[in-house]
Nanobody, 125 residues
Framework: QVQLVESGGGPVQAGGSLNLTCTVS????????AGWFRQPPGKEREFVAAISWSGGNTYYADSAKGRFAISRDNVKNKVYIEMNSLKPEDTAVYYC??????????????????WGQGTQVTVSS
């Protein structure tokens, strides 16, 4: 069983930055594609960013392009998302996810096998 634990969320003012970390309890994490999703209050979960197993390919939602950066460290079994120039509309619960034995980027939620419990990000104006 693969467990994912997000950390790094919290309150931040508009224009500020936050770095989220997802720690994965799987030694073969390098065989998993990974991604970040978010669920704003009262809305459905939405895709934010994805990264391939090697880290060589990334893909972003339009809302994240130019502001967010996803990365991973397969030695430390971690996935990161650096979020800059945050806006109030970025307020959401952020989830990391892993897709087993997928070497490409994955942008569709139901194609992920494992999910973290989420971490709250609140951006105030």
């Amino acid at each position: 069983q693969v467990q994912l634990v997000e950390s790094g969320g919290g309150p931040v003012q508009a224009g500020g930055s936050l770095n989220l970390t997802c720690t994965v309890s799987r030694r073969t994490f390098s065989s998993y594609a990974a991604g970040w999703f978010r669920q704003p209050p009262g809305k459905e979960r939405e895709f934010v960013a994805a990264i391939s197993w090697s880290g060589g390919n990334t893909y972003y939602a339009d809302s994240a392009k130019g502001r967010f950066a996803i990365s991973r460290d397969n030695v430390k079994n971690k996935v990161y998302i650096e979020m800059n120039s945050l806006k109030p509309e970025d307020t959401a619960v952020y989830y990391c996810a892993a897709a087993s034995y997928v070497h490409t980027v994955v942008v569709i939620a139901h194609e992920y096998d494992y999910w973290g419990q989420g971490t709250q990000v609140t951006v105030s104006s």
